[in-house]
């Protein structure tokens, strides 16, 4: 069975910077593309950042700049690096396939504030 373990989440103040990981069971993190979610209070999640087998990248504006997706094939993991936070950068973040997502892990809550 697949699991999805998001770490290393925590209250960090603006212009901070915190990684989060993502550790991937399972067969799914061979070939797939992999991304970091967000889901902030009364909000949709959404996609925040991709990075294909291959290392390419994506980034979605409001954090483009700022984050950094990378990952360790070796590790099946997944990693996010969070510089410059921002208050609105408040949320639960959660990795997960993309496309075609699969159950969701707990997440990790990143809290922006001074």
């Known amino acids: 069975q697949v699991q999805l373990v998001e770490s290393g989440g925590g209250l960090v103040q603006p212009g901070g910077s915190l990684r989060l990981s993502c550790a991937v069971s399972?067969?799914?993190?061979?070939?797939?593309?992999m991304g970091w979610y967000r889901q902030a209070a009364g909000k949709q999640r959404e996609l925040v950042a991709r990075?294909?087998?291959?290392?390419?990248?994506y980034y979605a504006d409001s954090v483009k700049g700022r984050f950094t997706i990378s990952r360790d094939n070796a590790k099946n993991t997944v990693y996010l690096q969070l510089n410059s936070p921002k208050p609105e950068d408040t949320a639960v973040y959660y990795c997960?396939?993309?496309?075609?997502?699969?159950?969701w892990g707990q997440g990790t809550q990143v809290t922006v504030s001074s």
């Open positions: 997960n396939r993309v496309p075609n997502v699969i159950s």
């Open positions: 399972g067969s799914i993190f061979n070939v797939y593309a």
């Open positions: 990075i294909t087998y291959g290392g390419s990248t």
